[in-house]
């Protein structure tokens, strides 16, 4: 394949979601109606809560994390307008639109054919960054899950995932199985014919940090 076409291919893919989130609920407390743990909202979903309810809403794009405390959440493009609440915003490490990109083009990349093959200690350049050593892997109906250094052979994990582990449905987060990766390293990540290739931020710490910063999402099968 010559580099021209292989660029337009890449510049033509379509995104594999037509109507984008922009966050992800990340905490809910309470039991506010239609929305639930792991939600993707977009703009314009109108989130009433109570008195005693709580969310956090982790945007993709804009990176600010929101912790709303009752009244009318209007969710928008970059942060969340409350009226008769109290929010606190916090800008969090996030590569969300990349993100977004990687996933709708995993099939591409797995199937990417360089002129020149990159020399064996040579990473291939990553897609998009991480903010946390345990990545959220949605993959809706499960499978097998495989992370490996990009740079070096050998270091890498193999993970069947049930979908009876499945958090909503879809969302495996490796905090809780107890899976880190390295910091500063580039990984490849791969399930069947889909491929993500990211970078590990080099301050990412352990455990549960803010979801949006550490999604990998791969196309649901089919």
């Not at 966050?23 to 407390?29: F, I, K, M, N």
């Not at 020149?116 to 903010?131: C, E, M, S, V």
């Not at 910091?183 to 080099?202: M, S």
Request: aromatic fraction near 6%; charged fraction near 25%.
């Amino acid at each position: 394949m010559q580099v021209g076409a292989f660029t337009a291919l890449f510049l033509t893919v379509q995104p594999a979601w037509a109507d984008a989130p922009v966050a992800v609920v990340e905490d809910v407390s309470g039991k506010p109606a239609g929305v639930e743990f792991m939600d993707y909202v977009e703009p314009g979903k109108v989130i009433k809560l109570a008195a005693g309810d709580s969310i956090v809403l982790g945007y993709l794009k804009s990176c600010w994390r929101e912790s709303i405390r009752g009244g009318t959440v209007t969710v928008g493009t970059e942060q969340s307008d409350v009226q008769g609440g109290a929010v606190d915003r916090t800008k969090v490490g996030c590569d969300g639109g990349k993100m977004e990109l990687a996933a709708a083009q995993s099939k591409q990349s797995a199937a990417m054919v360089f002129r020149k093959a990159p020399g064996p200690n040579t990473p291939p350049k990553p897609q998009f960054k991480i903010y946390g050593r345990s990545p959220v892997v949605e993959l809706k109906g499960g499978g097998t899950l495989v992370i490996e250094r990009a740079d070096v052979a050998g270091d890498r994990m193999e993970l069947v995932l049930a979908p009876a582990q499945a958090v909503h449905g879809a969302f495996y987060d490796l905090a809780k199985l107890n899976k880190s990766l390295k910091p500063g390293v580039v990984y490849r990540a791969k399930v069947g014919d889909q491929q993500i290739v990211f970078e590990v931020d080099a301050a990412a710490k352990e455990g549960a940090e803010p979801v949006a910063g550490r999604l990998l999402r791969f196309q649901p099968a089919g």
